[in-house]
């Protein structure tokens, strides 16, 4: 039987020259020249990603003294880092208010390092003048620079009304505020239910991360809280939220609350196009899933996806410079994971646990640690 490519061999002046050519290469010893890579599909090393502009855009400045801030930026210059400081939890409202003192005065220093997402009081919920208070703080915000509105958690797990029952986030008292930050042209931080696994025992999670949150914080495991309403309760108000308000732009925080299926994800990708979900506090979960089907669902939605950590720093536990070693820590094994196809060790699924990088390609690189960021949030 010819072999397909036999007719290329005899007889053409074209197939003789490449004939040749490959004669010549193997005699002298010179590589034959290569394709160049296909538009797009170039790779990064780990300093190409370290060096490029970046932007975490999910992460919290909490409680920060008098000390360390130089420390702090020189972190975020050497990674080439820019953060989105989320201000959050409404049902803490001083606490709050102090968070968006703080994000004012490190943006107003240093705008080329940090951007900010304002909140609004949910200890008034259920006062005749909350709908009015809300909308005028979160109006304040955006005067005074805040790209974004984060909701919590608290919306769904802790909020009720004076009946007890639990406030969700697809409550039509939130319809004003939805629609005055669309009117505004600004995102929806949207931290919505938590992680399947808290749903379930310590001893069933599928990352020691989760694992050791929820024993940190029983307040927020679902598995020991039956009257809160369960995982898919608080997955389906948030998406009856986006149902509801199609033209509002929504960020779902690590990874929408469904970090444990790509595929699921997906669906809520596609079936709600003004939606996109950050990464934050949930690469492990990428990690515990095929490889080969992660890479092809990031690669698939890559205008879809931001980069964040849900790093902390300032808070009054552990020092200061310890935190910054576990940034570091962070950043660069997420460099390494996202731009090599290395074995790394992850032990935030569990001790010597392994993974291979995805090895994503230059342009989708781009686009989730800077991008896609900038235009989710306009004006970052």
Same mark, same amino acid.
């Not at 939890?89 to 900010?116: C, M, N």
């Not at 919505?192 to 029983?218: A, H, K, Q, V």
């Not at 731009?339 to 090895?359: H, I």
């Given at each position: 039987?010819?072999?397909?490519?036999?007719?290329?061999?005899?007889?053409?002046?074209?197939?003789?020259?490449?004939?040749?050519?490959?004669?010549?290469?193997?005699?002298?010893?010179?590589?034959?020249?290569?394709?160049?890579?296909?538009?797009?599909?170039?790779?990064?090393?780990?300093?190409?990603?370290?060096?490029?502009?970046?932007?975490?855009?999910?992460?919290?400045?909490?409680?920060?003294?008098?000390?360390?801030?130089?420390?702090?930026?020189?972190?975020?210059?050497?990674?080439?880092?820019?953060?989105?400081?989320?201000?959050?939890?409404?049902?803490?409202?001083?606490?709050?208010?102090?968070?968006?003192?703080?994000?004012?005065?490190?943006?107003?220093?240093?705008?080329?390092?940090?951007?900010?997402?304002?909140?609004?009081?949910?200890?008034?919920?259920?006062?005749?003048?909350?709908?009015?208070?809300?909308?005028?703080?979160?109006?304040?915000?955006?005067?005074?620079?805040?790209?974004?509105?984060?909701?919590?958690?608290?919306?769904?797990?802790?909020?009720?009304?004076?009946?007890?029952?639990?406030?969700?986030?697809?409550?039509?008292?939130?319809?004003?505020?939805?629609?005055?930050?669309?009117?505004?042209?600004?995102?929806?931080?949207?931290?919505?239910?938590?992680?399947?696994?808290?749903?379930?025992?310590?001893?069933?999670?599928?990352?020691?991360?989760?694992?050791?949150?929820?024993?940190?914080?029983?307040?927020?495991?679902?598995?020991?809280?039956?009257?809160?309403?369960?995982?898919?309760?608080?997955?389906?108000?948030?998406?009856?939220?986006?149902?509801?308000?199609?033209?509002?732009?929504?960020?779902?925080?690590?990874?929408?609350?469904?970090?444990?299926?790509?595929?699921?994800?997906?669906?809520?990708?596609?079936?709600?196009?003004?939606?996109?979900?950050?990464?934050?506090?949930?690469?492990?979960? @990428?990690?515990?899933? +095929?490889?080969?089907? %992660?890479?092809?669902?990031?690669? *698939?939605? &890559?205008? !879809?996806? /931001?980069?964040?950590?849900?790093?902390?720093?300032?808070?009054?536990?552990?020092?200061?410079?310890?935190?910054?070693?576990?940034?570091?820590?962070?950043?660069?094994?997420?460099?390494?994971? @996202?731009?090599?196809? +290395?074995?790394?060790? %992850?032990?935030?699924?569990?001790? *010597?646990? &392994?993974? !291979?990088? /995805?090895?994503?390609?230059?342009?989708?690189?781009?686009?989730?640690?800077?991008?896609?960021?900038?235009?989710?949030?306009?004006?970052?």
């Amino acid at each position: 039987m010819r072999s397909k490519h036999s007719a290329l061999l005899p007889g053409t002046g074209i197939s003789s020259l490449i004939v040749l050519a490959a004669m010549f290469s193997v005699i002298t010893g010179c590589a034959s020249p290569q394709a160049p890579p296909q538009k797009g599909l170039e790779s990064m090393t780990v300093e190409e990603l370290a060096g490029m502009p970046k932007i975490d855009a999910h992460a919290h400045i909490m409680e920060f003294g008098d000390s360390g801030e130089a420390d702090f930026i020189a972190l975020l210059k050497k990674h080439n880092m820019k953060w989105l400081d989320i201000c959050t939890i409404g049902t803490e409202w001083q606490k709050l208010r102090d968070q968006v003192s703080l994000a004012l005065r490190f943006h107003g220093r240093y705008p080329d390092r940090l951007a900010w997402a304002t909140s609004f009081n949910l200890e008034n919920w259920g006062d005749p003048e909350w709908e009015s208070s809300a909308l005028r703080e979160i109006g304040d915000g955006f005067d005074r620079g805040a790209v974004a509105v984060k909701v919590w958690k608290e919306i769904g797990m802790v909020l009720r009304d004076p009946d007890s029952g639990f406030v969700m986030i697809d409550d039509p008292r939130f319809g004003p505020v939805l629609d005055f930050i669309e009117s505004r042209g600004k995102t929806l931080v949207a931290h919505i239910g938590e992680p399947r696994n808290c749903w379930l025992p310590l001893d069933s999670m599928t990352t020691e991360g989760d694992r050791s949150y929820y024993r940190d914080f029983p307040q927020y495991h679902g598995y020991l809280l039956p009257e809160i309403p369960g995982y898919w309760e608080q997955v389906d108000s948030r998406d009856r939220m986006l149902a509801g308000h199609p033209g509002l732009r929504v960020v779902g925080c690590h990874l929408g609350s469904l970090e444990f299926d790509v595929d699921l994800l997906a669906g809520r990708l596609d079936k709600y196009p003004n939606f996109a979900v950050d990464l934050a506090g949930r690469v492990c979960h @990428f990690q515990v899933q +095929d490889r080969e089907k %992660v890479r092809s669902f990031i690669i *698939g939605y &890559q205008d !879809r996806l /931001l980069y964040g950590t849900d790093n902390l720093i300032g808070e009054t536990t552990g020092s200061l410079q310890g935190q910054l070693d576990r940034m570091d820590r962070v950043y660069r094994l997420d460099y390494s994971y @996202f731009a090599t196809d +290395d074995e790394l060790e %992850v032990p935030e699924v569990r001790e *010597g646990f &392994q993974v !291979r990088g /995805l090895a994503l390609p230059a342009a989708v690189l781009r686009k989730i640690y800077y991008e896609n960021a900038l235009r989710w949030y306009p004006g970052i």
